[in-house]
Each structure stands twice: as C-alpha cells, then as structure tokens.
C-alpha cells in the first residue's frame, strides 16, 4: 500500500529536525561572528581616531607650554583643540611626582574633594590598564632643555565601549532567540505526536469495540452450552480477557483526556494485578507482594496505573527468559509518599538505565519501545508522581521505583 504521506513537507520537515537544528545554530553563528568581526573592526577603526585625537591634544598642550608660541596662538590653541574635546576623559600626571596636573571629562561639578582625589585614583587605574599614554616633554624657558616629562592618560568614550560591549549583546539575543525557536520547533513536534498518538490511540479504541461486544456475546452464549458445564474455570478465565479487553479498550478511549483518580489501596490494586499476571506469564515466574502497611492510600487512575505495573512486571519476565522472581514492595517514605518497588532478578539495564524511558529505546528484537516512555507519562504527568530505575546491575536484576503522593 501506498503511504499517503510521502513526500509530505510536514513529515519531512520533523524527520529532518537534526539536520534543521543544526541549520539554526550555523545561522546563529554566522550571524553572531560576521556581527562580532564588524563591529571590532569598526571599533578598532574608531579607537585609532581618538588616539589622534588624544596625540593631537597633548602636542597641542605641548606647543602651548613653549617659550616661543604667541599669546594669539595659544588661545586659538586652547579654544579649538584643548578645550572643546567633551568626550575622551584625559588625566595629566606629572612623571616625577605622580600628581595630576589636569583633568578633563573625569569629575563631576557636585562631587566633594574627597570624591574628586577618589575618583581621579580610581579612573587613573583604569586608564594606565586601558590604553598606552602620551608623553609631554616639559621644556626649559631659559635653554630649551627638558626639565621634566608629563604624561597624557586617557580612556576610550563611553560611545566606543558600548559599541565594543555591542556584538556580544547582539550575540546573546541572537542566542535567546534561537534557544526560544528551538524550544517552539521541539513542542510543536511534540505536540504534533501527541495528536498522532491520540488519534490513533481512539482509532484503535474504536475498532476494537466491534468485536468486543462480539466476543462478549459468544462468552454469554459459551456458557449456556452442555459442554461447558462443571468447566466454570474456563468460562472464568475467558471472562477476565474480555474484562481486561474492556480495559484496554477503555484507556486507548480516554488517551488525551485528564484520567480522573480515585483514592485506591495500593495493595489490594497490585494484589489483582499480580493475580491477574500470574496465568498469563511462565508458571516458573514466582511473584511475592510485601506492604509495611495493609493501609497504603493513593490517588490513582486504576486502569492505567495497572498497565504501568505490567509493563513494567512483563519486561521483568522477559528479561528473566521467563525463569526468576518478581518481588513487589510497598511502604511509604519520610514525605508520606507511597513507594513500588518492583524488582526482577533478570540480565539487568547495562549501563542504559537513563534511556529506558526515551521513546523508542528497547532491547528486544520485537517492539515498539513505547511501554516505559508511556508509563513514564502516565505516573509523572497524570499522577503527579515520579517513576525511575533505583538500581540495576548486569546479571543480578532491576528494581524499578515509583513514587505516588500520599
């Protein structure tokens, strides 16, 4: 038979979601570095413009402390090039004593002289790490002769550090923003699954009611026969399947809606399923049930909390060859909730224990891989409990726990 969906741009496009993941993050990358390049080159580019601007101004403060330059250029000088820069923040220190000589664009008009003297330190610090200074030969008026070096520090504007700071800003929404299409991409698919597995899971419900309500008729009309009289066992044993068919029929129906729970004896409710079990796996299966308590309460959904057990009991047979024990035990911890335990003394995980409830993981040669990422999501999502692997180990066995609150 033809599959109706090949070819189709939606089963594509989630069978693809690897190769789509890593097409976003490349995207992001190339985004993020190409932004990351330009702009440090822009920077780079903008720094070297006001270091001129800095070289300029100390030759001019320079210039202007010679003996020889007019009182006409040395006020052009101090209004066109000293003055105007209200930018750059600039320090100038004297080399020998380490006192600053001037300030520009450091100080505050409100601050005391403590604040200045603190600040003047603190601002000077960073500019001695920032960037190299420029040195002032301060000349002799007498011979021409340096007498003494000043120094020029400065600090890179405010403008050009946010623009540095920039990219990686850029960078990091561009993160956010493809960690949220990620998430958005993930969810849809799941719920697109969701509504596959739904869809089939009332499909089947469905087709299995005809045939049902067949077989309920034949197990009326077995009864009445001559034949079956005195073999009420068989009759019995039949009528459970259909029982238990009802069930299954009943939870592939309520599959996407919220299960209602019930305050249920936990013990009486694994009693009847190991009860039910016992016919029905290898007779050299031995299966023990011990509770600290005959009172141990829970809110369950019983239908599907049986199916979780017997998921769970069946993988322990098979991982038996159908020969072992499998020990059920309940009791409740410090938080009051109910703790299962059911252990196997089966070839154990491997190694594997994570990945047991991922769906599709499975180490038989025949299955699906669903049975435990299912029960997962019926005692975490529909019981507000917790179901993990407590202990495994290579030819000793498995204890599955489940937690149910109280």
């Given at each position: 038979?033809?599959?109706?969906?090949?070819?189709?741009?939606?089963?594509?496009?989630?069978?693809?979601?690897?190769?789509?993941?890593?097409?976003?993050?490349?995207?992001?990358?190339?985004?993020?570095?190409?932004?990351?390049?330009?702009?440090?080159?822009?920077?780079?580019?903008?720094?070297e413009?006001?270091?001129?601007?800095i070289n300029?101004?100390?030759?001019?403060?320079?210039?202007s402390?010679s003996?020889?330059v007019?009182?006409?250029?040395?006020?052009?000088?101090s209004?066109?090039?000293?003055?105007?820069?209200?930018?750059?923040?600039?320090i100038?220190?004297?080399?020998?004593?380490?006192?600053?000589?001037?300030?520009?664009?450091?100080?505050e008009?409100?601050?005391?002289?403590?604040?200045?003297?603190?600040?003047?330190?603190?601002?000077?610090?960073k500019?001695?790490?920032?960037?190299?200074?420029?040195?002032?030969?301060?000349?002799?008026?007498?011979?021409?002769?340096?007498?003494?070096?000043?120094?020029?520090?400065?600090?890179?504007s405010?403008?050009?550090?946010?623009?540095?700071?920039?990219?990686?800003?850029q960078?990091?929404?561009?993160?956010?923003?493809?960690?949220?299409?990620?998430?958005?991409?993930?969810?849809?698919?799941?719920a697109?699954?969701?509504?596959?597995?739904?869809?089939?899971?009332?499909?089947?419900?469905?087709q299995?009611?005809t045939p049902?309500?067949?077989?309920?008729?034949?197990?009326e009309?077995i009864?009445?026969m001559p034949?079956?009289?005195?073999r009420?066992?068989?009759?019995?044993?039949?009528e459970k399947?259909?029982?238990?068919?009802?069930?299954?029929?009943?939870?592939?129906?309520?599959?996407g809606?919220?299960p209602?729970?019930?305050?249920?004896?936990?013990?009486?409710?694994?009693?009847?399923?190991?009860?039910?079990?016992?016919?029905?796996?290898?007779?050299?299966?031995?299966?023990s049930?011990?509770?600290?308590?005959?009172?141990?309460?829970?809110k369950?959904?019983?239908?599907l909390f049986?199916?979780?057990?017997?998921?769970i009991?069946?993988?322990?047979?098979d991982?038996?060859?159908?020969?072992?024990k499998?020990?059920?035990?309940?009791?409740?911890?410090?938080?009051?909730?109910?703790?299962?335990?059911?252990?196997?003394n089966?070839k154990?995980?491997?190694?594997?224990?994570?990945?047991?409830?991922?769906?599709?993981?499975?180490?038989?040669?025949?299955?699906?891989?669903?049975?435990?990422?299912?029960a997962?999501?019926i005692?975490?999502?529909?019981?507000?409990?917790?179901?993990f692997?407590?202990s495994?180990?290579?030819?000793?066995g498995?204890v599955?726990?489940?937690?149910?609150?109280?």
């Amino acid at each position: 038979m033809q599959n109706p969906f090949k070819g189709s741009l939606s089963i594509d496009f989630y069978s693809n979601q690897s190769t789509i993941k890593w097409v976003i993050l490349v995207v992001a990358v190339i985004i993020g570095g190409g932004s990351i390049v330009y702009t440090n080159r822009l920077v780079s580019e903008l720094k070297e413009g006001e270091r001129n601007n800095i070289n300029l101004w100390a030759k001019a403060i320079e210039f202007s402390s010679s003996p020889d330059v007019d009182e006409s250029a040395l006020t052009f000088i101090s209004a066109n090039i000293i003055t105007p820069d209200n930018t750059l923040p600039v320090i100038l220190v004297d080399s020998a004593s380490q006192q600053v000589l001037l300030s520009m664009n450091v100080l505050e008009d409100d601050m005391t002289i403590a604040e200045r003297e603190q600040e003047l330190e603190s601002v000077l610090e960073k500019m001695q790490r920032e960037n190299e200074p420029f040195p002032i030969p301060v000349r002799n008026t007498e011979d021409g002769s340096i007498s003494e070096i000043q120094y020029v520090y400065y600090r890179n504007s405010y403008l050009l550090r946010q623009l540095g700071a920039y990219p990686y800003i850029q960078l990091t929404v561009i993160g956010i923003f493809a960690f949220i299409a990620y998430l958005a991409f993930s969810y849809s698919r799941n719920a697109e699954q969701n509504r596959v597995w739904v869809g089939m899971a009332k499909e089947t419900a469905h087709q299995l009611g005809t045939p049902l309500s067949s077989l309920m008729a034949w197990l009326e009309y077995i009864k009445t026969m001559p034949e079956m009289q005195g073999r009420g066992d068989i009759a019995a044993e039949l009528e459970k399947d259909v029982q238990r068919l009802e069930m299954i029929t009943a939870r592939f129906s309520n599959i996407g809606s919220l299960p209602v729970l019930k305050s249920e004896n936990v013990l009486q409710t694994m009693n009847e399923c190991v009860d039910y079990l016992k016919p029905r796996v290898s007779s050299k299966v031995v299966f023990s049930v011990e509770a600290k308590s005959d009172n141990l309460m829970a809110k369950l959904n019983k239908p599907l909390f049986i199916w979780v057990v017997e998921n769970i009991v069946k993988n322990g047979v098979d991982a038996m060859s159908g020969i072992g024990k499998i020990d059920i035990r309940l009791s409740k911890n410090a938080n009051n909730e109910v703790l299962v335990d059911i252990a196997d003394n089966g070839k154990g995980i491997k190694g594997k224990a994570k990945d047991v409830f991922k769906p599709g993981f499975t180490t038989k040669k025949r299955g699906w891989g669903l049975g435990l990422a299912l029960a997962q999501r019926i005692i975490e999502n529909y019981h507000q409990g917790r179901i993990f692997v407590k202990s495994s180990q290579a030819d000793v066995g498995t204890v599955f726990r489940i937690v149910l609150p109280s």
